[in-house]
């Protein structure tokens, strides 16, 4: 019973993420196959991957931004990275934000790429706390599995 | 025909990204096939993180045939198994680019190239219009879909004729090889390596050719019946607007 409460709980966590536009069709593929295609696991590992990816280039990129005269290109490149990564795991928002950060870039604009820096901060966080619940959700509902069969 | 594993070599700096195709291409094989079973092949994937690694990887595969074979017909083995199908490698890249990767790829002048699928998130025709003119097989867009992965395995087919057509060639070889080796004549292996690498290519171009031919056949006997068509009704339409009666037009 508990289990199936918890898979509830997890159906309702990724159609609310994917109403409000956090994540795409692309994520929504990764989890198919996932079902599908025998590899348990699989989406709980890209996305780790991706969060410890993403964390790394936001870091690198506010080094950069802190530096006396900025290197747009450098810059520019990490966030294209970023951008990647984001739309390989199907992280739309993320994804997108990065596409205005890019606009910064290409500006070099120093004051339009911190700002967009924080957009892109904030929004990681927020979709990573989302993905963190959704990885302890599966975690519980695998504890359960076993028992029941 | 055994379904015979595609060796895809990934190359991509992205971690994420490497995993995601990794995935796909596992998927593909396993879930894709369902109905044909029997034809699709599974993916073996070796990934790497860039150019230079891919390259040090096909460079071994080619100093191992090239120095080892001739002593050692295990390590021949050995290299044959490494051997890549096809590449598929992200534009994007410090350092080495797709771009620098494929070209670096179509210098190693083998008697048999190794196909290269280029991908990018960007869709710039210029780059597109580049890597093809360079000899990509194909440009596919990221994040890769699952027919993407199909396209992919058309690719790598494209070299697939070789097994199919002249796959009893290559078997002969590969046993002929093999006594060669037990013999220790080196010299008759390497030029039997050779033969087979060029009746590989033969057929290749046979096949293509015959594909392109017989497709532009089609198209041209389609335009033809068409052009046909429409100088039939003109004629029709001009009798009947002179009111003839339609017996005339049998007369005529």
Same mark, same amino acid.
Not at chain 1, 24 to 48: K, N, R, Y
Not at chain 2, 8 to 29: F, G, I, N, Q, Y
Not at chain 2, 219 to 229: G, N, P
């Given at each position: 019973?508990?289990?199936?409460?918890?898979?509830? !709980?997890?159906?309702?966590?990724?159609?609310?993420?994917?109403?409000?536009?956090?994540?795409?069709?692309?994520?929504?593929?990764?989890?198919?196959?996932?079902?599908?295609?025998?590899?348990?696991?699989?989406?709980?590992? #890209? #996305?780790?991957?991706?969060?410890?990816?993403?964390?790394?280039?936001?870091?690198?990129?506010?080094?950069?931004?802190?530096?006396?005269?900025?290197?747009?290109?450098?810059?520019?490149?990490? #966030?294209?990275?970023?951008?990647?990564?984001?739309?390989? #795991?199907?992280?739309?928002?993320?994804?997108?934000?990065?596409? !205005?950060?890019?606009?910064?870039?290409?500006?070099?604009?120093?004051?339009?790429?911190?700002?967009?820096?924080?957009?892109?901060?904030?929004?990681?966080?927020?979709?990573?706390?989302?993905?963190?619940?959704?990885?302890?959700?599966?975690?519980?509902?695998?504890?359960?599995?076993?028992?029941?069969? | 025909?055994?379904?015979?594993?595609?060796?895809? @070599?990934?190359?991509?700096?992205?971690?994420?990204?490497?995993?995601?195709?990794? &995935? @796909? @291409?596992?998927?593909?094989?396993?879930?894709?096939?369902?109905?044909?079973?029997?034809?699709?092949? +599974?993916?073996?994937?070796?990934?790497?993180?860039?150019?230079?690694?891919?390259?040090?990887? &096909?460079?071994?595969?080619?100093?191992?045939?090239?120095?080892?074979?001739?002593?050692?017909?295990?390590?021949?083995?050995?290299?044959?198994?490494?051997?890549?199908?096809?590449?598929?490698?992200?534009?994007?890249?410090?350092?080495?680019?797709?771009?620098?990767?494929?070209?670096?790829?179509?210098?190693?002048?083998?008697?048999?190239?190794? +196909?290269?699928?280029?991908?990018?998130?960007?869709?710039?025709?210029?780059?597109?219009?580049?890597?093809?003119?360079?000899?990509?097989?194909?440009?596919?867009?990221?994040?890769?879909?699952?027919?993407?992965?199909?396209?992919?395995?058309?690719?790598?087919?494209?070299?697939?004729?070789?097994?199919?057509?002249?796959?009893?060639?290559?078997?002969?070889?590969?046993?002929?090889?093999?006594?060669?080796?037990?013999?220790?004549?080196? +010299?008759?292996?390497?030029?039997?390596?050779?033969?087979?690498?060029?009746?590989?290519?033969?057929?290749?171009?046979?096949?293509?050719?015959?594909?392109?031919?017989?497709?532009?056949?089609? *198209?041209?006997?389609? &335009?033809?019946?068409?052009?046909?068509?429409? *100088?039939?009704?003109?004629? @029709?339409?001009?009798?009947?607007?002179?009111?003839?009666?339609? &017996?005339? *037009?049998?007369?005529?």
């Amino acid at each position: 019973m508990a289990a199936a409460a918890l898979r509830d !709980q997890l159906t309702a966590l990724l159609s609310s993420m994917f109403s409000q536009g956090l994540v795409d069709e692309q994520f929504q593929q990764l989890q198919m196959l996932q079902d599908e295609g025998g590899t348990p696991g699989f989406v709980s590992e #890209v #996305v780790t991957l991706f969060c410890d990816d993403a964390d790394r280039i936001i870091n690198e990129i506010a080094t950069l931004l802190e530096q006396p005269v900025v290197n747009f290109d450098k810059v520019d490149a990490y #966030v294209h990275q970023l951008k990647g990564s984001s739309a390989s #795991v199907g992280a739309q928002k993320v994804k997108f934000t990065c596409m !205005q950060f890019r606009q910064f870039c290409q500006d070099k604009s120093r004051d339009g790429c911190l700002m967009a820096l924080a957009v892109v901060r904030n929004d990681f966080y927020d979709l990573r706390n989302k993905f963190q619940t959704m990885l302890q959700l599966e975690q519980q509902i695998q504890a359960y599995d076993p028992k029941q069969q | 025909m055994g379904a015979e594993a595609v060796r895809v @070599l990934v190359v991509d700096d992205s971690p994420v990204d490497r995993r995601v195709v990794e &995935l @796909l @291409l596992r998927a593909h094989c396993g879930g894709g096939g369902g109905a044909a079973a029997g034809e699709a092949a +599974p993916f073996h994937v070796t990934a790497v993180d860039s150019g230079k690694k891919a390259m040090e990887l &096909l460079g071994r595969r080619r100093g191992d045939r090239d120095h080892l074979t001739p002593s050692s017909p295990a390590a021949a083995a050995a290299a044959n198994d490494q051997a890549i199908d096809i590449v598929l490698t992200d534009y994007c890249m410090p350092e080495m680019t797709g771009y620098d990767l494929l070209k670096a790829i179509k210098a190693l002048g083998s008697p048999n190239p190794i +196909p290269v699928v280029v991908m990018s998130s960007e869709n710039e025709p210029q780059r597109i219009s580049r890597c093809l003119t360079a000899g990509a097989e194909d440009f596919i867009l990221k994040p890769l879909k699952m027919n993407d992965v199909q396209r992919l395995r058309k690719c790598s087919g494209a070299t697939r004729p070789k097994s199919a057509v002249a796959g009893d060639d290559d078997r002969c070889c590969n046993t002929a090889k093999k006594a060669a080796a037990a013999a220790a004549a080196t +010299p008759e292996q390497q030029q039997q390596q050779q033969r087979s690498s060029h009746l590989a290519g033969l057929a290749m171009v046979m096949n293509a050719s015959s594909f392109e031919v017989s497709h532009y056949f089609q *198209l041209i006997f389609k &335009l033809i019946l068409l052009a046909y068509a429409v *100088l039939c009704l003109s004629q @029709l339409l001009h009798r009947w607007s002179n009111g003839s009666s339609l &017996l005339s *037009l049998w007369c005529a």
